[in-house]
């Protein structure tokens, strides 16, 4: 496994693991302000009581925003998988054949001349455009599944520190829950916490969101590539516009080659 991937599994088994923390501690919080409830006069214990109501709908809101993310987490390394193959299988071959198809490479134009031999030559150039164009279109994509991989690794990153601030805070919170003269404070930081984390996810998922608005754009702009002919006449691979397809040296027709 690389470091990134490793990174990415660090992070999302972390966050998974917060997230499961952050039940356990509230439902510590509740059984800490049921064991001081009769220390607690009625006012008190109503304010108590509102403010455990308010992190339980906080926390389902939570769960319910982080549902998607963790179930459809993404996955960097087929990313960057996809990403290796198509450089090496496809852009790597294409820059070799690109740097092996040139007239000072080629023993045939110095062996043979006439029309077919001209024309031989005068097609390697819209070829050399050819294969150009399939190197960009590699790199692109290349460069644009890269970026993918790295984004999401950033949001769990980001969603970890985040859980994990937040953890904090509710075990401090539960811990002052479980005095009479805590409660209400515990339960008024954990309203809090809770509010700035939700906070935060949205802003993580905001910024992904964003990041993936550019790479919809690149692909976008990918997709007229790969569309766009002009290195490719008529969707084709570029062949020389007179018939080379004749073999034979001189028989009298338009593609008489000649031994130089």
Do not use: H
């Amino acid at each position: 496994m690389t470091a990134p991937a490793a990174q990415f599994e660090s992070a999302f088994g972390k966050s998974n693991e917060l997230l499961n923390r952050v039940q356990d501690e509230f439902e510590k919080m509740v059984s800490n302000v049921n064991s001081i409830a009769d220390w607690l006069p009625d006012f008190v214990w109503r304010k108590v009581k509102d403010g455990i109501q308010e992190v339980s709908r906080l926390i389902d809101r939570l769960f319910k925003e982080l549902t998607d993310f963790f179930t459809q987490p993404g996955s960097p390394g087929a990313l960057w998988d996809a990403a290796k193959a198509w450089t090496e299988q496809v852009g790597a071959k294409t820059s070799e054949l690109s740097a092996s198809l040139k007239i000072d490479q080629l023993r045939t134009d110095n062996e043979w001349d006439g029309t077919a031999a001209t024309a031989y030559k005068d097609s390697i150039a819209s070829q050399q455009d050819s294969l150009k164009a399939i190197k960009s279109a590699t790199d692109a994509l290349d460069s644009s599944l890269n970026e993918l991989a790295g984004a999401i690794i950033a949001f769990w990153v980001a969603l970890g520190a985040a859980l994990a601030t937040y953890v904090s805070a509710m075990i401090a919170a539960a811990l002052a829950c479980a005095t009479a003269v805590g409660a209400l404070p515990g339960v008024a930081a954990a309203v809090t916490a809770t509010g700035v984390v939700i906070a935060a996810v949205a802003a993580f998922a905001t910024a992904l969101a964003t990041y993936l608005n550019t790479i919809k754009t690149q692909q976008a702009s990918m997709r007229q590539q790969l569309a766009n002919n002009d290195a490719f006449p008529g969707g084709k691979w570029p062949r020389s516009t007179t018939d080379i397809s004749d073999a034979s040296v001189t028989d009298g027709d338009d593609t008489d080659w000649q031994v130089q």
